[in-house]
């Protein structure tokens, strides 16, 4: 009994040993359909935020978040800003909004059997949607985040609840790194019965909203027509965004400057749910589903920064990290196979 519980033990520890500090914190999130009750959020203004350390914390998390290019080098490894994909500074519904984040952490993962804080699922961006090395725990940068999600959520909770005038309270570090889910986590009465029924991580917003499937597989060949009609124009021929001295104006979907292969948005569900909703920016909704799959399925299939847990071996690593997953790493598109590409040197 105790060989074998010895055994679980090496065998629970291996993968994360194999990922070298690379944990899957980038599990996927259920897509939610669409609320007839829309949970009908609104963030604080930001000229709300307090003065003082707390306050402090939030702001530098707001930064943060819309100007992630600051960290890049040190933390980032490619041209994206978090708030290119939680859109409208994080705030919009069923674009992976941080208020109905917030509220989902900790959260069990039963794939591997551990629990991951709020400030984790942070970490799992950074390491795949930015292409980087996530800061760690408890430092400024993870704080900061953690501050601004949990005020965001926090504020437009109590303005939801008949509270405008009572402010955000101010949590310890610790507190606002562990997320909304907690049971110690006091939320304001009347919206703490409301999401006891519906569960802390179902807030409607939450995630991204599903899309009917697709009527056949969906296409790379029809999803370029699809790219050069309606996206290229902002996001480059070559996916690669635009620049105007120097500095990322429209985000990269592929290349180097673009997500790597772990970040949630290589999958073809989530980017075709994710464009459907709000691509082209500012035409949205546009796009009929069956062409948001094909481009999701076009972008999802050029080449990226390698899958930081990659193992040098690609059919390995397929198998290991994105087994059943809508996406194409490690299959052959057009005679290629894609995903191939040997992992950056530096970033
Ligand atoms: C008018 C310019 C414009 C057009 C056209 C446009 N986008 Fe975008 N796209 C943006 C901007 C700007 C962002 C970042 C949004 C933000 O930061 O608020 C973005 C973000 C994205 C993202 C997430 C960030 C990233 O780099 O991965 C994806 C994916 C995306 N667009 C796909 C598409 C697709 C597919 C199309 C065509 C159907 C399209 N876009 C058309 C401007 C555009
Ligand atoms: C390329 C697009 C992209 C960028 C850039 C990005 N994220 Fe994400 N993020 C996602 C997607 C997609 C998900 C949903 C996870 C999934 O289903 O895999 C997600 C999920 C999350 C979640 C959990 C949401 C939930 O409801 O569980 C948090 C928190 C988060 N991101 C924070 C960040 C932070 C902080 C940054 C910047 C450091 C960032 N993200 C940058 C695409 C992105």
């Given at each position: ?242 620049k105007m001295g120097g500095a990322p104006v429209m985000p990269a979907l592929w290349g180097d400057d673009s997500y790597n292969w ?86």
């Amino acid at each position: 009994m105790t060989l074998l519980r010895g055994l679980m033990a090496v065998w629970l520890a291996f993968p994360w040993q194999a990922m070298a500090g690379q944990p899957d914190m980038s599990v996927e999130v259920q897509a939610q359909s669409r609320s007839d009750i829309p949970f009908d959020f609104e963030p604080r203004k930001l000229t709300s935020i307090p003065k003082g350390d707390f306050g402090d914390k939030v702001r530098r998390g707001y930064e943060l978040f819309v100007n992630t290019q600051q960290l890049k080098g040190s933390y980032v490894g490619n041209q994206l800003n978090c708030t290119n994909c939680h859109l409208s500074n994080g705030a919009k519904a069923y674009s992976a909004p941080l208020w109905a984040a917030y509220l989902a952490y900790p959260a069990f993962r039963a794939k591997d059997n551990r629990v991951d804080t709020f400030a984790e699922r942070v970490q799992g961006c950074f390491n795949y949607s930015m292409n980087g090395k996530a800061p760690a725990l408890n430092s400024p940068e993870v704080v900061a985040i953690s501050a601004y999600s949990y005020w965001m959520m926090m504020g437009g909770l109590l303005d939801k609840s008949g509270m405008a005038n009572t402010p955000v309270p101010e949590l310890t570090d610790t507190q606002l790194q562990l997320g909304g889910n907690d049971k110690s986590f006091a939320l304001p009465e009347p919206i703490a019965q409301k999401l006891e029924a519906i569960g802390r991580q179902n807030v409607p917003g939450r995630g991204f909203a599903t899309l009917p499937a697709p009527q056949s597989p969906p296409s790379p060949d029809q999803g370029r027509l699809v790219y050069i009609q309606y996206c290229a124009v902002c996001h480059g021929a070559k996916g690669e965004g635009t620049k105007m001295g120097g500095a990322p104006v429209m985000p990269a979907l592929w290349g180097d400057d673009s997500y790597n292969w772990g970040a949630g948005m290589h999958r073809i569900n989530t980017a075709a749910q994710f464009i459907f909703e709000n691509m082209p920016l500012g035409k949205s909704v546009q796009l009929t589903p069956g062409q948001a799959w094909d481009v999701a399925a076009y972008i999802n299939s050029q080449e990226r920064p390698q899958d930081p847990r990659f193992n040098g071996n690609l059919a390995h690593t397929a198998d290991a990290f994105h087994h059943g997953e809508q996406c194409f790493y490690g299959r052959t598109v057009d005679g290629v196979i894609v995903g191939a590409r040997a992992p950056a040197l530096t970033n």
